[in-house]
């Protein structure tokens, strides 16, 4: 009796229930028009490269849950760059015009410099080039700030939660020194690949010591420092609202040393509220997700590591876009199984979960994906 031979699916690849969408029949070109249910378009694409990170901070992948015992992707699993590129062509048709990659930590992956390269050469229907960035913790930003920018990477987005060395050290359990982030911001706004942007998340009782010194540092330098407010994302940070602190607190702390005036958002959709100093130091910006849902603006759609397409950063199912690619599929009939996804979508997470009691437990608004999976 001849063996059958049997399709093998690694454990971590079913980590979060995803399904496989169906190609319709009759298919419908892109129009570059998308919008879902409450009118919202798709314009920014999110893409996780991988799920690993050399960080373990603890309000995204905490140490005792991500040891050397979990189970990360294999790589066969992951997307090759020709198929995160082909899917990115499909969603730039529907309208994307800004692809950020993501991780875990994006510039483990290796030669990611090829995939920007390739991304970089793509254009919008209209003929644009795209707005291609990436968010990195910095920790080999120093060493690959001038071949990205040579790749055609335009801007990067740095994590910094902390300017004192053992705070930051804490925070990122890896024992990872400040002075190595702020090189490699160094050299990266040499290389031009600006306008920086610096992400801290704030945690109450942590590293909100660190507001004013993070302010003090970043004034003047054209980077733009972002507080975010700690977020519910995940299952596994232990998360609790009492950790929160609101943006509005932060902006008072920064108001009572430098007067601030409020900006204008770049564009629709933008998450950040925009703060400049008086004294012509720069800006400031807050992420209120927390305290301040923004969902009824959110146009971005994220894309897993393996290839699962999400709709929300706090989704809890992913729609199998991998299985489409490595099933034969053609663009056409990949882009005819995506639109009908974004027009059913209805997420938002952030508003319903200030909706529910005082009292409420993260668990109380549903199984979500994690950060480091997902990308943030």
Known sequence: MTDIPRKVIPVADLRYASRVPSVPSQLRAPTGMLSDTLGRPLRDLRISVTDRCNFRCNYCMPSDIFDKNYAFLPQASLLS???????????????????????GEPLLRKNIEVLIEMLARLRTPAGMPLDITLTTNGSLLARKAQSLKDAGLQRVTVSLDALDDAVFRRMNDADFPVADVLKGIEVAGKAGLAPLKINMVVKRGTNDDQILPMARHFRHSGAVLRFIEYMDVGATNGWRMD???????????????????????N???????????????????VISSVTQAFCGECNRARLSTEGKLFLCLFANQGHDLRALLRAGHSDAQIAAAVGPIWQGRSDRYSELRAGLPPDASPADAGKRVEMSYIGG
């Open 267 to 285: 564009h629709s959709g933008e998450t950040a509220e925009r703060w400049r100093y008086l004294d012509g130091a720069g800006e400031v910006g």
């Open 81 to 103: 760059f020709e198929e995160i590129n082909r899917l990115a062509q499909v969603f730039v048709a529907h309208g994307v015009e800004k692809i950020r990659l993501t991780g």
């Open 243 to 265: 950790e929160v602190l609101p943006s509005r607190q932060v902006i008072e702390r920064l108001q009572a040393e430098f007067p601030l005036a409020a900006v204008n958002p």
